[in-house]
């Protein structure tokens, strides 16, 4: 047997697909886990029971025990209450409290999702221990479980789980669970040495669950290398790059892959047209005609149809979109946004559709069948984000020969190499410096390649296509990460 055969790994973190999804943490919680598990690891989830998990997962859980639980400074206990299902391979447990999660979407708002959250954490330790099942590591995600590692170090170090090391993986630095001083002390009833600078003291008034974990985890890692070194300037670093200055020697950047076989266009069966690299340019065609009837837009396969499928925040780079939103168009394009979000970009992209019937679309909603329809169907996909830890869309685009159109910047600067029309190679179109412009110059670059040489357009197109987006090396990486932790006692 391996020394991978050994390993135990608990995930901890507020989503994961196929349960409940916002974005790529839900992706990376479903995908890697299962890329472990092809590693020869055993893995556990634990994330939030919540309400709004459909039915027909609900209906499989298994009950597997409940206990009362004490949280806050003044010794207030809740319910545990721990839901059970398997899925190929990976279990999950359900952290069950009705007062927390019976809510419609995972979060609400700051002021209930840091009780929310301490509660979780706590919870998911306390679980481990009555499961009786003590990982050698607990991985945990995001500020939601960056108290994971600061109870594991304290609460629980004298109880079974506190024989297991710690990683926090940053999937993205802006959200980081602040607030004053008094409320996070209260909600996790944690000593008061801890709400020092070194540990969750942000300012005067507000302490930070993030900046605690960080303090707290035996390794940090993040998405990408790129973003790993670009949080510890002031730019990109939201306030907590001098703290991870000083913790950077057990900083590390690991960038995503995706699952490939759930973005595989070969039988992916939310398409009309599945393909293969072999009929690639015939059936994307097919899928391009079908979108367009779908979506209202002007039938022809020969327009260049331009891809976002993003959240719609400031992150995205949305503002350089909205700035140069009408010369992106011309009579040979199309574009087509799928995405929710911020008010603002919803009303200009529908302002753009109502301007532009027939080649814009926008799609206010979150819809998983549409978002691999625009996947398949598009020529290029446009990624222009202010920041972006990894990003997934430009490999799932890349897997579905569809050519992202990236800034420069954390994982779309590790993911997709420029293109070179002297050596011909390379796998996009990029920009680097924050503006519209730059953007709109990559755009036309992209569409001068496709309207005027197609022969390299097709071949950027197979290369995309061939190009190993998956988890295997990836969680090979994090295997050694682990391994260099050791194994629990
Ligand atoms: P982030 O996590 O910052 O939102 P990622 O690129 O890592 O960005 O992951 C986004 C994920 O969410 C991808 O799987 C993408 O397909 C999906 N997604 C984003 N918006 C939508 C939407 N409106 N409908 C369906 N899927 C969406
Ligand atoms: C975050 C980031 C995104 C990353 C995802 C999964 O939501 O914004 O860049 O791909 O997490 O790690």
Same mark, same amino acid.
């Given at each position: 047997?391996?020394?991978?055969?050994?390993?135990? +790994?608990?995930?901890?973190?507020?989503?994961?697909? %196929?349960?409940?999804?916002?974005?790529?943490?839900?992706?990376?919680?479903?995908?890697?886990?299962?890329?472990? +598990?092809?590693?020869?690891?055993?893995?556990? *989830?634990?994330? %939030?029971?919540?309400?709004?998990?459909? /039915?027909?997962?609900?209906?499989?859980?298994?009950?597997?025990?409940?206990?009362?639980?004490?949280?806050?400074?003044?010794?207030?206990?809740?319910?545990?209450?721990?839901?059970?299902?398997?899925?190929?391979?990976?279990?999950?447990?359900?952290?069950?409290?009705?007062?927390?999660?019976?809510?419609?979407?995972?979060?609400?708002?700051?002021?209930?999702? +840091?009780?929310?959250?301490?509660?979780?954490?706590?919870?998911?330790?306390?679980?481990?221990?009555? =499961?009786?099942?003590?990982?050698?590591?607990?991985?945990?995600?995001?500020?939601?479980?960056?108290?994971? #590692?600061?109870?594991?170090?304290?609460?629980?170090?004298?109880?079974?789980?506190?024989?297991?090391?710690?990683?926090?993986?940053?999937?993205? =630095?802006?959200?980081?669970?602040?607030?004053?001083?008094?409320?996070?002390?209260?909600?996790?009833?944690?000593?008061?040495?801890?709400?020092?600078? %070194?540990?969750?003291?942000?300012?005067?008034?507000?302490?930070?669950?993030?900046?605690?974990?960080?303090?707290?985890?035996?390794?940090?890692?993040?998405?990408?290398?790129?973003?790993? /070194?670009?949080?510890?300037?002031?730019?990109?670093?939201?306030?907590?790059?001098?703290?991870?200055?000083?913790?950077?020697?057990?900083?590390?950047?690991?960038?995503?892959?995706?699952?490939?076989?759930?973005?595989?266009?070969?039988?992916? &069966?939310?398409? #009309?047209?599945?393909?293969?690299?072999?009929?690639?340019?015939?059936?994307?065609?097919?899928?391009?005609?079908?979108?367009? &009837?779908?979506?209202?837009?002007?039938?022809? %396969?020969?327009?260049?149809?331009?891809?976002?499928?993003?959240?719609?925040?400031?992150?995205?780079?949305?503002?350089?979109?909205?700035?140069?939103?009408?010369?992106?168009?011309?009579?040979?394009? /199309?574009?087509?946004?799928?995405?929710?979000?911020?008010?603002?970009?919803?009303?200009?992209?529908?302002?753009?559709?109502? /301007?532009?019937?027939?080649?814009?679309?926008? !799609?206010?909603?979150?819809?998983?069948?549409?978002?691999?329809? +625009?996947?398949?169907?598009?020529?290029?996909?446009? *990624?222009?984000?202010?920041?972006?830890?990894?990003?997934?869309?430009?490999?799932?685009?890349?897997?579905?020969?569809?050519?992202?159109?990236?800034?420069?910047?954390?994982?779309?600067?590790?993911?997709?190499?420029?293109?070179?029309?002297?050596?011909?190679?390379?796998?996009?179109?990029?920009?680097?410096?924050?503006?519209?412009?730059?953007?709109?110059?990559? *755009?036309?670059?992209?569409?001068?390649?496709? =309207?005027?040489?197609?022969?390299?357009?097709?071949?950027?197109? =197979?290369?995309?296509?061939?190009?190993?987006?998956?988890?295997?090396?990836?969680?090979?990486? !994090?295997?050694?990460?682990?391994?260099?932790?050791?194994?629990?006692?």
């Amino acid at each position: 047997m391996s020394v991978n055969a050994q390993r135990k +790994i608990a995930f901890v973190g507020s989503e994961s697909y %196929p349960f409940v999804k916002t974005g790529g943490l839900g992706d990376v919680m479903y995908a890697l886990p299962r890329a472990l +598990i092809r590693q020869g690891c055993e893995v556990r *989830v634990l994330m %939030p029971y919540y309400n709004c998990i459909p /039915q027909k997962f609900k209906d499989k859980m298994n009950f597997r025990g409940s206990f009362m639980m004490d949280l806050c400074q003044d010794g207030r206990a809740f319910f545990v209450g721990i839901m059970e299902t398997e899925l190929d391979g990976v279990i999950y447990d359900f952290i069950e409290n009705r007062e927390f999660f019976d809510w419609g979407n995972p979060y609400t708002g700051l002021w209930e999702d +840091i009780p929310k959250f301490c509660f979780f954490s706590k919870a998911a330790l306390a679980a481990l221990n009555f =499961l009786e099942w003590v990982p050698d590591i607990i991985h945990c995600h995001d500020w939601q479980a960056a108290l994971v #590692p600061v109870y594991l170090r304290t609460r629980f170090a004298p109880t079974p789980v506190g024989s297991a090391r710690s990683i926090l993986t940053i999937h993205n =630095l802006r959200f980081q669970g602040i607030c004053s001083i008094g409320h996070l002390k209260y909600w996790t009833g944690l000593p008061d040495y801890l709400f020092d600078y %070194p540990v969750f003291k942000q300012n005067d008034d507000e302490a930070n669950m993030f900046k605690g974990g960080l303090a707290y985890a035996d390794r940090v890692t993040t998405v990408s290398a790129t973003y790993a /070194q670009e949080i510890q300037t002031t730019f990109y670093g939201e306030g907590l790059d001098g703290h991870l200055r000083y913790h950077k020697d057990k900083l590390h950047g690991i960038v995503n892959g995706i699952d490939v076989d759930i973005w595989n266009s070969e039988t992916d &069966e939310l398409l #009309p047209a599945p393909y293969s690299a072999a009929d690639a340019l015939e059936k994307k065609a097919q899928n391009k005609l079908a979108l367009q &009837e779908k979506l209202g837009l002007d039938e022809d %396969p020969g327009k260049f149809m331009l891809g976002l499928v993003s959240r719609l925040t400031d992150q995205k780079g949305l503002d350089l979109v909205n700035a140069v939103f009408e010369e992106l168009l011309d009579e040979n394009t /199309q574009v087509v946004i799928l995405g929710t979000g911020d008010p603002r970009y919803e009303g200009a992209f529908r302002y753009y559709e109502s /301007q532009n019937k027939g080649s814009v679309c926008a !799609y206010i909603q979150y819809n998983e069948a549409l978002a691999h329809q +625009i996947y398949a169907s598009s020529d290029a996909l446009m *990624v222009p984000s202010l920041f972006e830890p990894c990003g997934l869309t430009q490999l799932i685009a890349m897997r579905y020969g569809t050519i992202p159109i990236v800034r420069e910047t954390g994982g779309l600067k590790d993911t997709v190499a420029p293109y070179n029309e002297v050596t011909d190679e390379g796998n996009g179109f990029t920009f680097d410096r924050y503006e519209a412009d730059l953007l709109l110059d990559a *755009v036309r670059r992209a569409k001068a390649l496709y =309207l005027e040489n197609r022969e390299r357009w097709n071949e950027m197109v =197979l290369r995309d296509m061939a190009k190993d987006v998956s988890w295997e090396k990836s969680a090979e990486e !994090y295997l050694a990460l682990y391994d260099e932790l050791g194994t629990a006692n």
